[in-house]
């Protein structure tokens, strides 16, 4: 009894920790995240003065979080819309909304007078999320995946297309990657096939945009 009750709490920590990954690292906010590294990395994106650095980091937060997050609240208030988004086919609408409000925050990058590699990243990611977008028609695909594999693809590419070497952000990007892996799995939202496809549309999606275009 004592060894039972040991393990259900063992279960429960686990899955505690599970679910408060996926939320800290969820795609809504991975795009944020990313241009808060890149904003304050060792590339000379760095150089930019801090009005700019605010009003991008505020573009792109309300663009690829705060307006998706809406609209998925909005759904949710349809009896017909499943918030938990079981079936792969469920994520179908809130991802063309995601895709049409990224694109709205790249219209917006696209007026400053800054680097065009921001831009590239948010058509990489409204790129990433039409694919995920095709292939939910068929297959559950990790979202949390393919997010935190496109950052890393990203940087990666970035760092060689700048001759730079940001060990510490791929580093910390790529433990990040294996909690969120593993949390999908142990909250059995995906298989291990879903989560490492969705990395990989995401690293090679990203990654051969920033590095070739």
């Known amino acids: 009894m004592i060894v039972n009750r040991e393990k259900m709490s063992n279960n429960k920590i686990l899955t505690t920790s599970a679910q408060v990954t996926s939320i800290i690292f969820h795609p809504l906010l991975i795009p944020s995240f990313g241009f808060v590294l890149l904003l304050n990395s060792d590339f000379y994106f760095a150089l930019l003065p801090w009005s700019v650095k605010k009003f991008m980091l505020l573009t792109v937060f309300l ?52 680097f065009p590699i921001y ?7 409204i790129l990433v999320q039409i694919a995920l977008i095709i292939v939910s028609l068929k297959w559950k695909i990790s979202a949390h995946s393919a997010a935190i594999g496109g950052l890393i693809g990203g940087v990666s590419a970035l760092s060689f297309r700048l001759q730079e070497n940001p060990v510490l952000i791929l580093s910390l990007l790529i433990l990040v990657a294996g909690l969120v892996a593993t949390s999908r799995l142990i909250l059995l939202k995906h298989n291990s096939s879903q989560v490492y496809a969705g990395f990989m549309l995401g690293f090679l999606t990203i990654g051969l945009i920033v590095m070739f275009i």
């Open 119 to 125: 831009n590239l990243f948010m058509i990489a990611a």
């Open 63 to 114: 663009s690829t979080c705060i307006l998706p997050a809406l609209s998925i609240l909005i759904l949710s208030m349809s009896p017909k819309f499943d918030l938990n988004m079981e079936k792969s086919t469920d994520r179908i609408l809130p991802m063309l909304l995601s895709s049409f409000f990224y694109y709205l925050g790249y219209l917006i990058l696209e007026q400053l007078p800054v």
